[in-house]
Protein backbone atom coordinates (compact mmCIF):
# COMPACT_ATOMS: atom_id res chain seq x y z
CA UNK A 1 0.00 0.00 0.00
CA UNK A 2 1.25 3.34 -0.53
CA UNK A 3 0.51 6.72 1.05
CA UNK A 4 -0.44 9.47 -1.00
CA UNK A 5 -1.04 13.15 -0.66
CA UNK A 6 -3.69 15.68 -1.98
CA UNK A 7 -4.00 16.44 -5.66
CA UNK A 8 -1.15 18.75 -6.62
CA UNK A 9 0.53 18.28 -3.21
CA UNK A 10 3.95 17.11 -4.66
CA UNK A 11 3.65 19.79 -7.73
CA UNK A 12 3.23 22.70 -4.77
CA UNK A 13 6.49 21.03 -2.65
CA UNK A 14 9.00 20.55 -5.43
CA UNK A 15 8.42 24.35 -6.14
CA UNK A 16 8.25 25.37 -2.94
CA UNK A 17 11.92 23.24 -2.37
CA UNK A 18 12.84 24.79 -5.52
CA UNK A 19 12.52 28.11 -4.00
CA UNK A 20 14.56 27.60 -1.15
CA UNK A 21 11.80 27.55 1.59
CA UNK A 22 12.29 24.45 3.43
CA UNK A 23 15.70 25.83 4.91
CA UNK A 24 15.28 29.43 5.26
CA UNK A 25 16.82 30.34 8.49
CA UNK A 26 19.62 27.62 8.80
CA UNK A 27 23.22 27.80 8.50
CA UNK A 28 24.32 27.21 4.19
CA UNK A 29 26.41 24.50 5.31
CA UNK A 30 24.31 22.06 4.05
CA UNK A 31 22.47 24.32 1.91
CA UNK A 32 20.25 26.53 3.81
CA UNK A 33 19.68 30.26 3.06
CA UNK A 34 20.84 31.81 6.43
CA UNK A 35 18.21 33.90 6.71
CA UNK A 36 17.25 36.06 9.78
CA UNK A 37 14.46 33.48 12.01
CA UNK A 38 11.92 37.18 12.13
CA UNK A 39 12.24 37.26 8.20
CA UNK A 40 11.52 33.67 8.17
CA UNK A 41 9.08 33.97 10.86
CA UNK A 42 7.09 36.17 8.27
CA UNK A 43 7.09 34.62 5.09
CA UNK A 44 5.94 31.17 6.80
CA UNK A 45 2.79 32.69 8.51
CA UNK A 46 1.94 33.48 4.41
CA UNK A 47 2.90 29.44 3.78
CA UNK A 48 0.81 28.18 7.28
CA UNK A 49 -2.40 30.51 6.80
CA UNK A 50 -2.31 29.04 3.05
CA UNK A 51 -2.79 25.38 4.56
CA UNK A 52 -1.59 24.09 7.89
CA UNK A 53 -1.63 20.26 6.53
CA UNK A 54 0.84 21.35 3.70
CA UNK A 55 3.08 23.32 5.79
CA UNK A 56 3.71 20.69 8.08
CA UNK A 57 5.80 18.45 5.51
CA UNK A 58 8.58 21.33 5.25
CA UNK A 59 8.51 21.92 8.65
CA UNK A 60 8.96 18.96 10.38
CA UNK A 61 11.56 18.15 7.51
CA UNK A 62 13.78 21.24 8.29
CA UNK A 63 13.51 20.98 12.33
CA UNK A 64 14.64 16.90 11.58
CA UNK A 65 17.60 18.36 9.24
CA UNK A 66 18.46 20.68 12.05
CA UNK A 67 18.72 18.29 14.38
CA UNK A 68 21.52 16.43 12.68
CA UNK A 69 22.84 19.41 11.46
CA UNK A 70 23.82 20.57 15.19
CA UNK A 71 24.47 17.41 17.43
CA UNK A 72 25.35 14.73 14.29
CA UNK A 73 29.27 14.32 13.39
CA UNK A 74 29.93 15.71 9.99
CA UNK A 75 29.48 12.22 8.08
CA UNK A 76 25.91 12.14 9.41
CA UNK A 77 24.95 15.39 8.75
CA UNK A 78 26.52 15.00 5.00
CA UNK A 79 24.72 11.85 4.52
CA UNK A 80 21.70 13.29 5.17
CA UNK A 81 21.05 16.65 5.81
CA UNK A 82 21.69 18.05 2.00
CA UNK A 83 18.76 16.15 0.47
CA UNK A 84 16.80 16.86 3.54
CA UNK A 85 16.78 20.66 3.08
CA UNK A 86 16.53 20.45 -0.95
CA UNK A 87 13.42 18.53 -0.46
CA UNK A 88 14.86 15.52 -1.67
CA UNK A 89 13.76 13.91 1.26
CA UNK A 90 11.34 14.40 4.04
CA UNK A 91 11.74 14.21 7.87
CA UNK A 92 9.98 13.45 10.87
CA UNK A 93 10.29 13.67 14.98
CA UNK A 94 9.03 9.88 16.37
CA UNK A 95 8.28 10.40 20.01
CA UNK A 96 4.59 8.91 20.84
CA UNK A 97 3.50 5.41 21.66
CA UNK A 98 0.39 3.72 22.58
CA UNK A 99 1.49 4.14 26.02
CA UNK A 100 3.85 6.99 26.31
CA UNK A 101 2.38 10.22 25.30
CA UNK A 102 2.91 13.19 27.32
CA UNK A 103 5.07 11.20 29.81
CA UNK A 104 7.72 9.94 27.21
CA UNK A 105 9.80 8.17 29.82
CA UNK A 106 7.47 5.35 29.38
CA UNK A 107 8.15 4.41 25.72
CA UNK A 108 9.41 0.59 24.86
CA UNK A 109 10.85 1.24 21.92
CA UNK A 110 14.46 -0.67 21.78
CA UNK A 111 17.83 0.31 20.57
CA UNK A 112 20.22 -2.90 20.51
CA UNK A 113 24.21 -1.83 18.98
CA UNK A 114 25.95 -3.81 16.08
CA UNK A 115 28.73 -2.61 14.62
CA UNK A 116 28.75 0.92 14.10
CA UNK A 117 24.66 1.56 13.84
CA UNK A 118 21.74 -0.06 16.37
CA UNK A 119 19.00 -2.64 15.47
CA UNK A 120 15.31 -0.48 16.25
CA UNK A 121 12.49 -2.28 17.19
CA UNK A 122 8.88 -0.48 18.69
CA UNK A 123 5.74 1.18 17.58
CA UNK A 124 5.58 4.89 17.27
CA UNK A 125 1.78 6.83 16.74
CA UNK A 126 0.70 10.00 15.63
CA UNK A 127 3.50 10.70 13.50
CA UNK A 128 3.31 13.56 11.46
CA UNK A 129 4.11 13.28 7.86
CA UNK A 130 5.40 9.87 9.03
CA UNK A 131 4.79 8.71 5.19
CA UNK A 132 3.92 10.11 2.04
CA UNK A 133 4.71 10.53 -1.59
CA UNK A 134 6.26 13.86 -1.55
CA UNK A 135 10.24 12.38 -1.07
CA UNK A 136 11.55 9.91 -2.16
CA UNK A 137 12.97 8.97 1.18
CA UNK A 138 12.08 9.72 4.67
CA UNK A 139 14.43 10.40 7.65
CA UNK A 140 12.78 9.35 11.23
CA UNK A 141 14.24 10.89 14.47
CA UNK A 142 13.62 8.36 16.72
CA UNK A 143 13.43 7.96 20.15
CA UNK A 144 14.65 4.80 21.46
CA UNK A 145 16.53 3.20 24.65
CA UNK A 146 19.43 1.47 24.58
CA UNK A 147 19.36 -2.33 25.54
CA UNK A 148 20.41 -2.20 29.11
CA UNK A 149 19.79 2.01 29.58
CA UNK A 150 17.66 3.65 33.10
CA UNK A 151 14.15 3.49 32.48
CA UNK A 152 12.68 7.18 32.41
CA UNK A 153 13.63 10.20 29.81
CA UNK A 154 17.01 9.99 31.57
CA UNK A 155 17.81 6.38 29.82
CA UNK A 156 16.25 8.02 26.38
CA UNK A 157 18.83 8.07 23.23
CA UNK A 158 17.89 9.76 19.73
CA UNK A 159 18.23 7.75 16.55
CA UNK A 160 18.71 8.68 13.09
CA UNK A 161 15.74 5.93 11.14
CA UNK A 162 15.60 6.41 7.49
CA UNK A 163 12.66 4.76 5.62
CA UNK A 164 15.23 3.34 2.80
CA UNK A 165 18.94 2.59 3.68
CA UNK A 166 21.32 5.41 2.53
CA UNK A 167 24.36 3.57 0.89
CA UNK A 168 28.01 5.47 1.02
CA UNK A 169 27.87 7.54 -1.91
CA UNK A 170 24.03 8.35 -0.53
CA UNK A 171 22.04 6.98 -3.53
CA UNK A 172 19.25 4.35 -1.77
CA UNK A 173 19.31 0.87 -0.65
CA UNK A 174 17.25 -1.69 0.78
CA UNK A 175 13.91 -0.99 2.45
CA UNK A 176 14.92 -0.36 5.92
CA UNK A 177 11.89 -2.31 7.87
CA UNK A 178 9.79 0.70 8.70
CA UNK A 179 6.44 -0.01 8.00
CA UNK A 180 3.09 2.27 8.30
CA UNK A 181 0.59 0.69 9.57
CA UNK A 182 -2.46 3.09 9.98
CA UNK A 183 -3.33 6.39 8.56
CA UNK A 184 -5.51 8.19 11.30
CA UNK A 185 -8.32 9.87 10.02
CA UNK A 186 -8.66 13.17 11.67
CA UNK A 187 -11.16 16.53 12.33
CA UNK A 188 -8.71 18.65 10.86
CA UNK A 189 -4.92 18.71 9.30
CA UNK A 190 -6.66 15.56 6.54
CA UNK A 191 -4.06 16.53 3.83
CA UNK A 192 -1.19 15.93 6.62
CA UNK A 193 -0.25 11.78 7.25
CA UNK A 194 -0.75 11.28 10.69
CA UNK A 195 1.03 7.74 10.87
CA UNK A 196 1.42 4.26 12.76
CA UNK A 197 4.90 3.20 12.33
CA UNK A 198 6.10 -0.13 13.06
CA UNK A 199 9.81 -0.36 13.32
CA UNK A 200 11.52 -3.37 12.90
CA UNK A 201 8.92 -5.96 12.79
CA UNK A 202 10.89 -8.14 10.42
CA UNK A 203 14.02 -7.43 12.82
CA UNK A 204 16.17 -5.49 10.30
CA UNK A 205 15.71 -1.60 11.00
CA UNK A 206 18.24 0.10 11.58
CA UNK A 207 19.51 3.17 12.92
CA UNK A 208 22.32 5.54 13.51
CA UNK A 209 22.62 7.40 17.25
CA UNK A 210 22.80 10.69 17.06
CA UNK A 211 24.86 13.15 19.64
CA UNK A 212 25.62 11.66 23.05
CA UNK A 213 23.73 8.31 23.94
CA UNK A 214 21.07 9.05 26.56
CA UNK A 215 20.72 12.57 25.60
CA UNK A 216 18.03 11.68 23.24
CA UNK A 217 15.54 14.06 25.20
CA UNK A 218 17.60 16.92 25.71
CA UNK A 219 18.57 16.98 21.96
CA UNK A 220 15.14 16.34 20.87
CA UNK A 221 13.84 19.41 23.38
CA UNK A 222 15.77 21.80 20.38
CA UNK A 223 13.02 20.52 17.81
CA UNK A 224 9.91 20.31 20.38
CA UNK A 225 10.97 24.22 21.41
CA UNK A 226 11.35 25.10 17.63
CA UNK A 227 8.30 23.05 17.14
CA UNK A 228 6.56 24.78 19.83
CA UNK A 229 7.19 27.85 18.37
CA UNK A 230 5.73 26.37 15.14
CA UNK A 231 2.30 25.83 16.57
CA UNK A 232 2.37 29.60 17.80
CA UNK A 233 2.74 30.08 14.08
CA UNK A 234 0.26 27.89 13.40
CA UNK A 235 -2.57 29.50 15.73
CA UNK A 236 -1.63 33.36 14.33
CA UNK A 237 -1.75 32.41 10.33
CA UNK A 238 -5.08 30.39 10.81
CA UNK A 239 -6.25 33.53 13.12
CA UNK A 240 -5.06 35.46 10.19
CA UNK A 241 -6.85 33.95 7.24
CA UNK A 242 -10.19 33.28 9.35
CA UNK A 243 -10.16 37.51 10.11
CA UNK A 244 -9.60 37.96 6.22
CA UNK A 245 -11.73 35.26 5.28
CA UNK A 246 -14.32 36.92 7.44
CA UNK A 247 -13.64 40.38 6.56
CA UNK A 248 -13.92 40.19 3.23
CA UNK A 249 -17.60 38.41 3.25
CA UNK A 250 -18.65 40.80 5.86
CA UNK A 251 -18.01 43.51 3.49
CA UNK A 252 -20.41 42.08 0.57
CA UNK A 253 -22.79 39.92 2.60
CA UNK A 254 -26.17 41.55 3.60
CA UNK A 255 -29.01 41.11 5.78
CA UNK A 256 -32.11 43.33 6.96
CA UNK A 257 -32.28 45.00 3.95
CA UNK A 258 -29.18 46.31 1.60
CA UNK A 259 -27.18 46.31 5.28
CA UNK A 260 -23.75 45.37 4.97
CA UNK A 261 -23.30 43.53 8.34
CA UNK A 262 -19.99 45.21 8.37
CA UNK A 263 -22.30 47.71 9.41
CA UNK A 264 -23.91 46.12 12.46
CA UNK A 265 -22.23 46.39 15.91
CA UNK A 266 -21.94 43.31 16.60
CA UNK A 267 -20.08 42.12 14.11
CA UNK A 268 -17.68 45.15 14.20
CA UNK A 269 -16.94 44.14 17.56
CA UNK A 270 -16.25 40.45 16.55
CA UNK A 271 -13.60 41.59 13.63
CA UNK A 272 -11.62 43.99 15.80
CA UNK A 273 -11.42 40.98 18.39
CA UNK A 274 -10.00 39.06 15.59
CA UNK A 275 -7.82 42.15 14.29
CA UNK A 276 -6.43 42.58 17.95
CA UNK A 277 -5.99 39.04 18.94
CA UNK A 278 -3.88 38.80 15.53
CA UNK A 279 -2.23 41.51 15.29
CA UNK A 280 -1.29 40.71 19.25
CA UNK A 281 -0.13 37.41 18.54
CA UNK A 282 1.67 38.11 15.65
CA UNK A 283 4.15 40.87 17.33
CA UNK A 284 4.50 38.31 19.81
CA UNK A 285 5.75 35.72 17.69
CA UNK A 286 7.55 38.17 16.12
CA UNK A 287 9.55 39.42 19.60
CA UNK A 288 10.34 35.76 20.23
CA UNK A 289 11.94 35.22 16.47
CA UNK A 290 13.98 38.67 16.86
CA UNK A 291 14.95 36.88 20.76
CA UNK A 292 16.40 34.21 18.60
CA UNK A 293 18.00 35.96 15.96
CA UNK A 294 19.69 37.99 18.71
CA UNK A 295 21.25 34.87 20.81
CA UNK A 296 22.48 33.92 17.10
CA UNK A 297 24.49 37.03 16.36
CA UNK A 298 25.25 38.02 19.81
CA UNK A 299 29.24 37.37 20.71
CA UNK A 300 29.28 38.25 24.43
CA UNK A 301 27.99 34.80 26.78
CA UNK A 302 25.91 36.95 29.26
CA UNK A 303 24.13 38.64 26.84
CA UNK A 304 23.52 35.67 24.44
CA UNK A 305 21.95 33.54 27.42
CA UNK A 306 20.05 36.24 28.18
CA UNK A 307 18.43 36.32 25.43
CA UNK A 308 18.24 32.54 25.13
CA UNK A 309 16.60 32.94 28.57
CA UNK A 310 13.85 35.16 27.38
CA UNK A 311 13.27 33.13 24.83
CA UNK A 312 12.59 29.86 26.91
CA UNK A 313 10.63 31.88 29.19
CA UNK A 314 8.05 33.12 26.40
CA UNK A 315 7.99 29.58 24.54
CA UNK A 316 5.25 27.72 26.19
CA UNK A 317 3.17 31.28 26.07
CA UNK A 318 3.83 31.32 22.49
CA UNK A 319 2.50 28.00 21.86
CA UNK A 320 -0.69 28.05 24.42
CA UNK A 321 -1.64 31.47 24.23
CA UNK A 322 -1.43 31.47 20.31
CA UNK A 323 -2.85 28.54 19.41
CA UNK A 324 -5.74 29.06 22.27
CA UNK A 325 -6.66 32.30 21.12
CA UNK A 326 -6.04 31.29 16.93
CA UNK A 327 -8.75 28.93 17.72
CA UNK A 328 -11.09 31.35 19.02
CA UNK A 329 -10.10 33.79 16.46
CA UNK A 330 -11.62 31.57 13.93
CA UNK A 331 -14.85 30.41 16.33
CA UNK A 332 -15.78 34.56 15.79
CA UNK A 333 -14.95 34.05 11.98
CA UNK A 334 -17.32 31.35 11.91
CA UNK A 335 -19.83 33.64 14.17
CA UNK A 336 -19.53 36.53 11.17
CA UNK A 337 -20.23 33.37 8.56
CA UNK A 338 -23.19 32.65 10.40
CA UNK A 339 -24.73 29.84 9.14
CA UNK A 340 -22.72 29.48 6.08
CA UNK A 341 -19.25 29.53 8.10
CA UNK A 342 -20.55 26.23 9.22
CA UNK A 343 -20.51 24.71 5.40
CA UNK A 344 -17.25 23.97 3.89
CA UNK A 345 -18.20 25.86 0.61
CA UNK A 346 -16.29 28.41 3.20
CA UNK A 347 -13.32 28.56 4.15
CA UNK A 348 -13.40 29.10 7.91
CA UNK A 349 -14.79 26.12 8.99
CA UNK A 350 -11.13 24.11 7.66
CA UNK A 351 -9.48 27.11 9.54
CA UNK A 352 -11.27 25.89 12.87
CA UNK A 353 -10.67 22.20 12.24
CA UNK A 354 -7.15 22.23 11.17
CA UNK A 355 -5.98 24.48 14.69
CA UNK A 356 -7.33 22.53 16.90
CA UNK A 357 -4.58 19.88 17.20
CA UNK A 358 -1.95 22.80 17.66
CA UNK A 359 -3.25 23.10 21.39
CA UNK A 360 -2.92 19.20 21.52
CA UNK A 361 0.33 18.03 19.99
CA UNK A 362 3.79 19.15 20.85
CA UNK A 363 2.86 19.23 24.54
CA UNK A 364 -0.82 20.08 24.89
CA UNK A 365 -1.56 23.58 26.22
CA UNK A 366 -1.85 22.29 30.18
CA UNK A 367 1.79 21.38 29.92
CA UNK A 368 3.13 24.26 28.37
CA UNK A 369 1.45 26.24 31.29
CA UNK A 370 2.68 23.36 33.58
CA UNK A 371 6.39 24.07 32.17
CA UNK A 372 5.91 28.19 32.78
CA UNK A 373 5.46 27.98 36.34
CA UNK A 374 7.18 24.71 37.18
CA UNK A 375 10.05 25.89 35.22
CA UNK A 376 10.92 28.77 33.18
CA UNK A 377 9.42 31.51 36.01
CA UNK A 378 12.03 29.84 38.12
CA UNK A 379 15.12 29.55 35.73
CA UNK A 380 18.01 31.08 37.26
CA UNK A 381 16.35 31.74 40.27
CA UNK A 382 13.72 33.92 38.23
CA UNK A 383 16.17 36.37 36.43
CA UNK A 384 14.84 35.88 33.42
CA UNK A 385 11.44 36.50 34.63
CA UNK A 386 12.42 39.70 36.77
CA UNK A 387 14.07 41.34 33.34
CA UNK A 388 11.09 40.69 31.18
CA UNK A 389 9.30 42.57 33.80
CA UNK A 390 11.25 45.20 34.26
CA UNK A 391 11.20 45.89 30.85
CA UNK A 392 7.35 46.13 30.69
CA UNK A 393 7.95 48.13 34.07
CA UNK A 394 10.10 50.91 32.36
CA UNK A 395 7.80 50.78 29.39
CA UNK A 396 5.13 51.77 31.47
CA UNK A 397 7.31 53.95 33.56
CA UNK A 398 8.21 55.80 30.57
CA UNK A 399 5.45 56.35 28.72
CA UNK A 400 2.90 57.14 31.75
CA UNK A 401 2.52 60.65 30.60
CA UNK A 402 2.05 59.68 26.83
CA UNK A 403 -0.82 62.62 25.64
CA UNK A 404 -2.58 60.15 23.71
CA UNK A 405 -1.95 56.56 25.71
CA UNK A 406 -1.71 57.70 29.66
CA UNK A 407 -4.57 55.75 29.96
CA UNK A 408 -3.57 52.46 28.08
CA UNK A 409 -0.05 52.23 29.77
CA UNK A 410 -1.74 52.76 33.20
CA UNK A 411 -4.06 49.72 32.15
CA UNK A 412 -1.03 47.87 31.06
CA UNK A 413 0.60 48.84 34.10
CA UNK A 414 -1.92 47.36 36.44
CA UNK A 415 -2.25 44.00 34.83
CA UNK A 416 1.51 43.71 34.78
CA UNK A 417 1.49 44.40 38.57
CA UNK A 418 -1.32 41.41 39.79
CA UNK A 419 0.94 38.84 37.38
CA UNK A 420 3.51 39.85 39.82
CA UNK A 421 1.26 39.80 42.33
CA UNK A 422 0.10 36.24 41.24
CA UNK A 423 4.01 35.07 40.91
CA UNK A 424 4.41 35.60 44.23
CA UNK A 425 1.63 34.22 45.41
CA UNK A 426 2.63 30.91 43.80
CA UNK A 427 6.25 31.28 45.32
CA UNK A 428 4.76 31.80 48.76
CA UNK A 429 2.44 28.75 47.85
CA UNK A 430 5.09 26.70 46.60
CA UNK A 431 7.75 27.07 49.13
CA UNK A 432 4.70 26.25 51.77
CA UNK A 433 4.28 22.89 49.40
CA UNK A 434 1.63 23.44 48.10
CA UNK A 435 1.76 22.27 44.61
CA UNK A 436 -1.49 21.63 43.35
CA UNK A 437 -3.15 25.20 43.66
CA UNK A 438 -0.54 26.87 41.25
CA UNK A 439 -1.30 23.80 39.14
CA UNK A 440 -5.02 24.28 39.25
CA UNK A 441 -4.68 28.06 38.11
CA UNK A 442 -1.35 27.55 35.37
CA UNK A 443 -3.52 28.15 32.67
CA UNK A 444 -5.05 31.64 33.34
CA UNK A 445 -1.65 32.36 35.09
CA UNK A 446 -0.22 31.65 31.61
CA UNK A 447 -3.28 33.51 29.55
CA UNK A 448 -2.24 36.59 31.74
CA UNK A 449 1.09 37.00 31.06
CA UNK A 450 -0.19 36.50 27.38
CA UNK A 451 -2.60 39.05 27.37
CA UNK A 452 -0.25 41.54 29.28
CA UNK A 453 2.89 41.52 27.14
CA UNK A 454 0.57 41.23 24.18
CA UNK A 455 -1.64 45.02 25.17
CA UNK A 456 2.62 45.71 26.12
CA UNK A 457 3.68 44.97 22.36
CA UNK A 458 0.08 46.38 20.84
CA UNK A 459 0.52 49.89 22.21
CA UNK A 460 4.47 50.45 21.77
CA UNK A 461 2.89 49.62 17.89
CA UNK A 462 0.22 52.42 18.61
CA UNK A 463 2.38 54.77 19.89
CA UNK A 464 4.96 54.74 16.75
CA UNK A 465 1.76 54.57 14.48
CA UNK A 466 0.08 57.20 15.83
CA UNK A 467 3.33 59.66 15.40
CA UNK A 468 3.66 58.44 11.70
CA UNK A 469 0.14 58.80 11.36
CA UNK A 470 0.41 63.02 12.61
CA UNK A 471 3.08 63.58 10.61
CA UNK A 472 0.54 62.16 7.14
CA UNK A 473 -1.97 64.35 8.72
CA UNK A 474 0.37 67.28 9.10
CA UNK A 475 2.17 66.75 5.81
CA UNK A 476 -1.20 66.67 3.99
CA UNK A 477 -2.61 69.53 5.74
CA UNK A 478 -5.39 67.68 7.55
CA UNK A 479 -6.20 70.12 10.72
CA UNK A 480 -9.47 68.83 12.01
CA UNK A 481 -11.30 65.65 12.69
CA UNK A 482 -13.83 64.95 9.28
CA UNK A 483 -10.03 66.04 6.93
CA UNK A 484 -8.21 63.16 9.52
CA UNK A 485 -11.18 60.95 8.72
CA UNK A 486 -11.04 61.36 4.82
CA UNK A 487 -7.26 60.79 4.81
CA UNK A 488 -7.44 57.62 6.67
CA UNK A 489 -10.44 56.38 4.04
CA UNK A 490 -8.22 57.35 0.86
CA UNK A 491 -4.79 56.59 2.22
CA UNK A 492 -3.79 53.18 2.46
CA UNK A 493 -0.64 53.77 4.52
CA UNK A 494 -3.12 56.11 7.01
CA UNK A 495 -5.31 53.51 7.36
CA UNK A 496 -3.38 51.08 8.17
CA UNK A 497 -1.61 53.00 10.86
CA UNK A 498 -4.97 53.73 12.51
CA UNK A 499 -6.16 50.78 12.70
CA UNK A 500 -2.71 49.73 14.55
CA UNK A 501 -4.12 52.59 17.03
CA UNK A 502 -7.81 51.30 17.06
CA UNK A 503 -6.95 47.26 17.69
CA UNK A 504 -4.35 48.63 20.67
CA UNK A 505 -7.05 50.66 22.03
CA UNK A 506 -9.66 47.91 21.86
CA UNK A 507 -7.53 44.90 23.19
CA UNK A 508 -6.75 47.33 26.38
CA UNK A 509 -10.22 48.18 27.02
CA UNK A 510 -11.95 45.11 25.98
CA UNK A 511 -9.67 41.79 26.50
CA UNK A 512 -7.23 43.16 29.25
CA UNK A 513 -9.38 43.46 31.79
CA UNK A 514 -9.63 39.63 32.29
CA UNK A 515 -6.27 39.89 33.78
CA UNK A 516 -8.40 41.26 36.52
CA UNK A 517 -10.94 38.98 36.50
CA UNK A 518 -8.40 35.67 36.65
CA UNK A 519 -6.46 37.05 39.05
CA UNK A 520 -8.88 37.45 41.46
CA UNK A 521 -9.93 33.95 40.65
CA UNK A 522 -6.56 32.75 41.37
CA UNK A 523 -5.90 34.17 44.64
CA UNK A 524 -9.50 33.08 46.21
CA UNK A 525 -9.48 30.51 48.17
CA UNK A 526 -12.03 28.15 45.92
CA UNK A 527 -10.52 25.07 45.93
CA UNK A 528 -13.69 23.44 44.39
CA UNK A 529 -11.91 22.07 41.44
CA UNK A 530 -9.95 19.82 44.00
CA UNK A 531 -12.76 18.84 46.33
CA UNK A 532 -15.24 18.06 43.47
CA UNK A 533 -16.12 14.43 43.85
CA UNK A 534 -16.76 12.94 40.27
Not at 53 to 81: C, K, N, P
Not at 127 to 133: A, N
Request: with cysteine; charged share 25%.
Amino acid sequence: DKVTTPPGFKEAYQNFAANGFIAMDVPATYGGSALPVSVTMGATEFFVGSCIAFSMYSGLTRGAGHLIETFGTEDLAQRFVPNMYSGKWGGTMCLTEPQAGSAVGDLTTSAVKEGDYYKIKGNKIFISSGDHDLTENIVHLVLARVEGDPAGTKGISLFVVPKFRVKEDGSLGEWNDVKTVNIEHKMGIKGSSTCTLSFGDNGNCIGYLLGEQRKGMAMMFQMMNEARIACGLQGAAASSAAYESALEYAKVRTQGGKTLIIDYPDVRRMLITMKAYTEGMRALLLYSAYLDDKENVEKDPATKEKYAGRLSLLTPVCKAYCTDMGFRVSELAMQVYGGYGYISEYPVEQYMRDIKISSIYEGTNGIQALDLIGRKIGQKNGEYFRELYEELNGFCGKQAAHPAFKDEVASVKKALDQVGQVTMKFAEWGMGGDILRPQLHAVNYLYNLGDTFVAYLLVDQAIVALAKLEEIWKSQGADNEEKKSKICTENDEARFLEGKVKSARFFVSSILPQVTARAKTILSEDLSALKVRF
